[in-house]
């Protein structure tokens, strides 16, 4: 079965503060594909990064990076120096046997 | 506009009724999903099609649901006979698919969201 856990229900910090948003999953496939999702007030899904299971680089991409770590089935995401529009739900979520399955999502709040 | 749009934005309806929902993919998707999301979760796989082909169904994709994707291009999702636990999110998303065994990004459309009274 897959499965993704996003343990942190509700983070709370302060503009400029680094943030790092954990994801653990569960899969037996050997080759699938993790995913994160930002969800902003407006409700649109907005894709973040895929990562394949053969890629283990961690990516940057501006102020967003992210950590994937086979050993431990982890795949987090950091945000540096934290804006108020990073305000949102961020989803993470695992592909395989040709469907998306998301974790419940965690909501960052960001203050000025 | 060239990303997933989908109509209505809002349904409201009567518990008992039918109702229908439309989704355009990025032109050049080939692959199509529906997913549903309620309040405080994740969303949740219904179905997918691969052109006109209809791949994949969800437990959670009951007999009153029906989806289709007649020529490959948009497709509507019904639910009949509406219940109360039917309201939602339902969202579409498309992506590009080839060999099964890989995915491309999936792109969201803005959801319409149902409410079953």
């Known amino acids: 079965a897959q499965k993704v856990t996003q343990a942190q229900t509700e983070i709370s910090v302060v503009e400029k503060e680094d943030v790092t948003l954990d994801c653990v999953y569960e899969?037996?496939?050997?080759?699938?594909?993790l995913f994160w999702y930002k969800q902003p007030p407006s409700g649109e899904l907005v894709f973040l990064i895929r990562?394949?299971?053969?890629?283990?680089q961690n990516e940057i991409s501006g102020r967003y990076s992210w950590n994937f770590q086979k050993s431990t089935s982890s795949f987090n995401f950091t945000i540096t120096a934290s804006q108020v529009v990073d305000s949102a739900v961020y989803f993470c979520?695992?592909?395989?046997?040709?469907?998306?399955?998301f974790g419940t999502g965690t909501r960052l709040l960001v203050s000025p | 506009d060239t990303g997933v749009s989908q109509d209505p934005r809002h349904k409201i309806t009567k518990r008992g009724q039918n109702v229908t929902f439309r989704c355009d993919p990025i032109?050049?998707?080939?692959?199509l999903y529906w997913y549903r999301q309620t309040l405080g979760q994740g969303p949740e796989f219904l179905t997918y099609?691969?052109?006109?082909?209809?791949?994949?169904k969800s437990r959670l994709l009951s007999d009153r649901f029906s989806a289709e994707r007649p020529k490959g291009s948009f497709s509507t999702l019904e639910i009949q006979r509406t219940e109360q636990g039917d309201s939602a999110m339902y969202l579409c998303?498309?992506?590009?698919?080839?060999?099964?065994?890989?995915?491309?990004?999936?792109?969201f459309g803005p959801g319409t969201r149902l409410t079953v009274t």
């Open positions: 998303a498309s992506s590009l698919g080839g060999d099964r065994r890989y995915s491309y990004e999936q792109y």
């Open positions: 899969t037996r496939d050997t080759t699938y594909y």
């Open positions: 990562r394949n299971s053969f890629d283990e």
């Open positions: 979520a695992l592909w395989g046997f040709q469907k998306l399955v």
């Open positions: 032109s050049e998707h080939n692959r």
């Open positions: 099609f691969q052109n006109e082909a209809q791949l994949e």
